[in-house]
């Protein structure tokens, strides 16, 4: 029997939560070691299913050398290091950081740090960019804060001291073991880079438009990288494990069609049959609810693909 909903828990930092929601996944069937790369969670048990433990998986964490690590709580200095400066602080080097060294002007500073700049803004960057020199000449990076007085600010660093960097390397290095067909590299390399994320991006970051548009974008590679790696992961058979990543996949975001599909298929040669009709039937009702539409490309071909009785 299979259950039709189940409490997604909260997630350790590897697992990237960012958020708790209600979303109906039936049927994990059996336990074993699974998952990304960093820390446990354990998946609860369904009817008729059982439970599925997600644990350290071997040899797929990256160990990260950048000096400034924005995928998650922005900080500087190695994974576990303590979130660092204040909002502000970490809003202007986020800004910079994301021009990559060039000159960000005052004028669109302003921009990434309020929608509606308050009378003291300027004065109140050239204090925040006090404070993140004294910072940096406090920690042990490379990175340096270069004031062009009157017009702005840029953040001088080598290309493999930012995470983004790094992630967005290691994501086209698994893209291109995958078009050479050598899918175990791919899956190792992509879990590797979904390993330097510790948290949603833009979490701890002031709340304004430009900010925010800025977060999205990233957040956004985090979820496609994770149903590319889905993908690759049905492909080898590790099925129980791109299942559990999927799982988190569609609480963090539950409008990802293509998520929903890849989870059918998964569901399909793990639950059966019948447990893949059912998942069908709560993916469409979940993404008209999130997405105010009832076409669902990959959905519906997985349900087409399943009413044939032919492989998804």
Known sequence: MCSPSVTQPSCTAGDHPFSERQVGLPC??????????????????????????????????????????????????????RPW????????????????GTMVSTYRLLNWLWDEPPASAEANIRSYATKLRRSLLDSTSNLRLVTYRGN???????????????????????????????????????RAALSLWQGRAGDDLPKTVSMGMHADGLNLDWLSTTEE????????????????????????DPARDRGWAL??????????????????????????????????????????????RRPV
């Open 28 to 81: 994990p069937t059996k336990s074993r070691d699974a998952g990304p790369p960093l820390n446990q969670m354990a998946l609860p048990a369904i009817d008729g299913c059982g439970s599925l433990q997600r644990t350290v998986y071997g040899g797929d964490m990256h160990i990260s050398k950048t000096s400034l690590n924005l995928l998650g709580h922005v900080r500087i200095g190695q994974i576990n290091s």
């Open 85 to 100: 400066e204040t909002t502000m602080v970490r809003g202007l080097i986020s800004a910079l950081a994301a021009n990559q």
């Open 152 to 190: 702005g600010y840029a953040l001088e660093f080598d290309e493999a001291d930012l995470d983004v960097n790094e992630f967005k390397k290691l994501r086209i290095a698994g893209q291109q073991l995958k078009a050479r067909g050598d899918l175990t590299a791919a899956a190792h390399t992509m």
């Open 229 to 252: 790696l889905a993908e690759i992961e049905f492909e080898i058979g590790d099925l129980e494990v791109m299942v559990a990543r999927l799982m988190n996949l569609l609480a963090t």
């Open 263 to 308: 989870l059918v298929r998964g569901q399909n040669l793990i639950g059966g049959h019948s447990c893949a009709v059912q998942l069908v039937q709560k993916a469409r009702v979940v993404l008209a609810q999130t997405t105010g539409s009832t076409q669902h490309p990959h959905t519906d071909y997985a349900a087409r693909q399943l009413s044939g």
